[in-house]
Nanobody, 124 residues
Framework: QLQAYGGGTVQAGDSLSLACAAP????????MGWFRQVPGKEREFVTA????????KYADSVKGRFTISRDNAKNTASLQMISLQPDDTAVYYC???????????????????WGQGTLVTVSS
């Protein structure tokens, strides 16, 4: 069971960090990802990290502003966001997929576990 937290309301240009707690023995063997969704739109890929943390992938819209990381010893994945813009407003979800290969996964349909989502609101 994943739990995402850290959302809130910030102003444009501010920073915010999200965290995803993933208790259990499978975290260190899981690829992790962050997605976001606004009402009426499909869930959008934000960023992903491989099980070892060696590989990362970012959506073009967040590249240079968002950073994904993970701490396998603490079963936690993090998303650091800077220079937030109103277009970043969404519910953010973390996802996990136990996998043998050290790869990043960008498709939401390839993830097995999802957190409940945490709302990020960026005001202009």
């Amino acid at each position: 069971q994943l739990q995402a937290y850290g959302g809130g309301t910030v102003q444009a240009g501010d920073s915010l960090s999200l965290a995803c707690a993933a208790p259990g023995r499978t975290f260190s063997t899981s690829a992790m990802g962050w997605f976001r969704q606004v009402p009426g739109k499909e869930r959008e890929f934000v960023t992903a990290i491989s099980r070892s943390g060696a590989y990362r992938k970012y959506a073009d819209s967040v590249k240079g502003r968002f950073t994904i990381s993970r701490d396998n010893a603490k079963n936690t994945a993090s998303l650091q966001m800077i220079s937030l813009q109103p277009d970043d407003t969404a519910v953010y979800y973390c996802a996990a997929r136990p996998i043998l290969k050290d790869v990043v996964i960008a498709l939401p349909t390839q993830y097995d576990y999802w957190g409940q989502g945490t709302l990020v609101t960026v005001s202009s």
